[in-house]
């Protein structure tokens, strides 16, 4: 199944994978999983994940092994997994690398508002998932929508700022970017972070993914994100926020009696 086929509004698709590329292992692991899962439920899954995390807190974090390093496992992930393919791109000289590798070029929330990072990414016609900003209104995305030019455009909630250390998820807004006429993700991970949480890093509530996934799709989002990790306490990145592989089966299990009923 191709790109276009997945993302055609008539099924429901999820988005998945680490946080950042740790390791060929890391995400062959989770890739084999999610491809298994795909399969059992019919479910169409994207593999996600980052070459580099340009928007650490503390210079400390873990931002990465690079682009080439990364695109070379990912490039590996969909040869082997025959998953279609989704990572971050934070400046223009990435884009057109990373094109010739994955399917669906993200633009990171606090990067949204980029002018010619979301034309040039639109440019390689290319799907382009953009990530509404903390600190956008819904009704902004719109504008931003309009700059690719393109039909090729997926809009992604992942919550909004809500004082020091805390996001809030207006579930309105789902419903107010769908009238845009672009296929909508809920992004049940990142939306559920707690920015600078844990001091020098985020920390996060993964506890509610399921259920925060299934309101999504109750309401009636395209798609959904969600970070997974095969043991998130010991990953380099996200590792308070992500959901436990193992937990994986469970989640998709429940939203798909919810979109069974759409």
């Not at 969909?78 to 990572?87: A, I, M, V, Y």
């Not at 057109?96 to 390689?124: C, G, H, K, W, Y």
């Not at 931003?144 to 992604?156: E, N, Q, R, Y």
């Not at 970017?177 to 559920?192: C, E, N, Q, W």
Request: with cysteine.
């Amino acid at each position: 199944m191709n790109i276009d086929q997945i993302i055609d509004g008539k099924r429901l698709f999820l988005i998945a994978g680490p946080c950042v590329i740790e390791s060929e292992d890391i995400c062959f692991i989770v890739a084999e999983k999610l491809k298994a899962l795909s399969e059992k439920y019919k479910l169409p899954v994207v593999f996600k994940s980052s070459y580099t995390k340009a928007n650490r807190l503390s210079g400390d974090s873990f931002s990465g092994h690079g682009m080439e390093y990364g695109l070379k496992i990912l490039q590996q992930v969909g040869k082997d997994f025959d998953l279609p393919l989704l990572t971050d791109i934070h400046e223009t000289i990435e884009i057109n690398p990373a094109a010739e590798i994955v399917d669906i070029l993200q633009i990171p929330a606090f990067l949204s508002r980029q002018t010619e990072l979301v034309r040039q990414a639109a440019a390689t016609g290319k799907w382009i998932n953009i990530k509404k900003g903390q600190f956008l209104s819904p009704d902004d995305m719109d504008k931003i929508a309009d700059k690719t030019k393109s039909g090729k455009v997926i809009l992604t909630e992942r919550g909004s700022s809500f004082g020091y250390h805390n996001l809030v998820v207006d579930f309105r807004s789902l419903l107010i970017m769908r009238k845009f006429g672009y296929p909508i993700v809920f992004d049940a991970t990142h939306s559920l972070q707690l920015p600078a949480g844990g001091g020098n890093f985020s920390s996060g509530q993964p506890e509610f993914i399921i259920p925060f996934a299934k309101a999504a799709v109750a309401i009636g989002v395209n798609g959904l994100f969600v970070e997974t990790h095969p043991n998130p306490a010991k990953a380099l990145s996200d590792a308070a926020a992500m959901l436990p592989l193992d937990n994986m089966e469970t989640l998709i299990q429940e939203v798909l009696k919810i979109a069974g009923t759409n």
